[in-house]
């Protein structure tokens, strides 16, 4: 449970460290690792009301998640991977955690120790806030999801629920043109893109089905 945060004095956020690290482990899965494409290589954050949120992608995936906090960013920034990877091992068991943007770069504070990443320009990223909505389609039609795909979103669900408790995951699809929602208790979201080629109704299924 988030616990009840103090407002900072200084300029940007301040929020748990433990589920700020786990939602950041959580998109590192969604962002790509393509080298033909490093801008994508990237978490945007930016905060709205009471919430921080994170989005990434890899052409194929968007993924968005939020948590909880108080205070709010000058703008939206971009960490590249491999630093939110550094800040999983600082903030691990972190409480408290101070997160502050100025010029190029983000401090992050956990009141023991202080870790200074490197900001990315957003030139050329996606505006996937606009273009991924978090309404879930009214219908759902057959559809198929590439097992990898699947495979890091069980590994999401399993972390996000703890011990003996995983979260289920909740798959919606408007029709097989459109994007498979994906949803991961009330603060994770994703969209996969359509399949080209998909399983033909049930063919693949015995008979006696």
Request: proline fraction near 5%; charge should be neutral.
């Amino acid at each position: 449970m988030t616990e009840t945060l103090e407002k900072s004095a200084a300029a940007g956020i301040t929020t748990n460290g433990a589920e700020l690290v786990g939602m950041l482990a959580d998109l590192a899965r969604t962002a790509s690792t393509d080298k033909t494409t490093p801008m994508l290589g990237v978490v945007r954050l930016h905060t709205v009301g009471d919430y921080l949120h994170g989005w990434s992608t890899d052409r194929f995936r968007a993924a968005h998640a939020q948590v909880r906090i108080d205070g709010e960013f000058p703008r939206a920034v971009f960490i590249e991977t491999a630093a939110a990877k550094t800040l999983e091992s600082m903030l691990r068991r972190a409480g408290r955690t101070q997160l502050t943007v100025e010029h190029g770069t983000m401090t992050v504070t956990d009141f023991a120790a202080t870790q200074t990443v490197q900001l990315v320009d957003d030139y050329t990223y996606p505006s996937l806030p606009n273009a991924c909505k978090d309404d879930l389609p009214a219908s759902t039609a057959p559809g198929a999801i590439n097992g990898a795909h699947f495979a890091d979103f069980a590994a999401i669900a399993k972390r996000r629920g703890g011990r003996g408790r995983p979260e289920y995951i909740e798959l919606r699809q408007e029709n097989e043109n459109r994007p498979t929602h994906v949803r991961i208790g009330k603060d994770y979201r994703a969209w996969v893109m359509p399949v080209r080629d998909q399983v033909n109704d049930d063919a693949w299924l015995p008979q006696a089905w």
